[in-house]
């Protein structure tokens, strides 16, 4: 009994000499055999002020911190002075993995870094198969949240079906979309529709308001489009194309003008279709007027006698007649044959020159689908002067029905 005693004194004074070099010395080293070490109170491994801590199995075994089968919170690192952490793996890779209502969160009073170190690294946020929120930034402050990328692709909502809302409308908010040569494209499919500005938007919508020189095309793919300017309202739209200067040009097959008030402040039109209104065409100018341009008129030029049929089609032109002699109190009749008369119309004729016989008129004796009569008289007295002028006719078609 004596021997055992004696041996377990000795004992316990060999442990307490390796535990005193392993905290004393700087060079000692405190080994367990044991496979587990218990503590009934907190256990602390504490190095000295320069002395590094390390844990581990110096094998391909596992270091396992914080894995035993209860609720604990497992802490690595202070946030005191210059103190790091850091955690590295080779091809193995690292995983942080909590329960369904577990948190993982990841705060700095600095800047978070999550980066590839390999040239073709990929970086993945939420990309598992589960239904995921995921938020980038806040509303605090002057928050900002950039997405960028290299010469690669930037892509957002690239898949399945789905609704992306970039910015809001709330207060000063301001979504600018920029791009450099490689243009900004906005399609859809078939069905879509593209708004720009909804129901309750009373500020501007400005469309090529640049100060270079540019090209703003609308609907002009080669598919067939109904293009609506001021359709969806049913208040008084005011449409304003042009600027007061330069041209605009609306080159199409059919183009209806439609509306219930007045077409004011327009400098030219120039068109190859008709032209229709329910109400006026009026002209205030002292000069111009209402008539027809270079291209309308036509002009003929009367042989043998002041009785030959001539033709001339258009809606204006100019006759001249023979000289053949007319009597005073004489008349000669002949036939105009023009295709752009209807029997409706109303033909228009004045002298331009030409009669030397003083009290010699021309009118209209009779129209007729594709040509009318034009009468010219000298109404001088018997034995007065005879007409023998080459007299050139105005005349001019006004287009009428008589329903």
Known sequence: MKKIFKGLGLGFLALALCVTLGVGSASAALTLDATTVTGSTTLTLVGTTSSAVSLDSGTTGAVNVGTGASAKTVTVGNVTGATAVNVNTGTGGSTVTTTGAGDFTVASGDDVVINGAGADAVINLGTAAVA????????????????????????????IAKTITIGNETGATALNLKAGTGNIDIQGVAATTIT??????????????STADMTLNLGTGAGVHTINIGTGGTGADVITIGGNVGTLAIDTGDWDISTTGAMTGIGAITSDGAIATTSSVKSSSASAGIGYATGAGCAVTQITSRTTGVTC?????????????????????????????????????????????GMTSVEVGAVAAGSFNIDVVNNNAAGGTAETGAIIINFAVIKAVSS
């Open 196 to 209: 720009i500005g909804d129901a309750a938007q009373t500020g501007t919508i400005g469309l090529g308001v």
């Open 313 to 357: 089609t258009g809606v204006s032109g100019a006759i001249t007649t023979d000289t053949t002699s007319l009597a005073a109190e004489a008349d000669a009749t002949f036939t105009v044959t023009n295709t752009s008369v209807a029997i409706g119309d109303v033909i228009v004729l004045s002298e331009r020159s030409g009669s030397n016989g």
């Open 132 to 159: 995921h929120t995921i938020t980038v930034g806040n509303e605090t402050g002057a928050t900002s949240v950039e997405i960028d990328s290299g010469t690669g692709a930037l892509s957002i909502g690239n898949a």
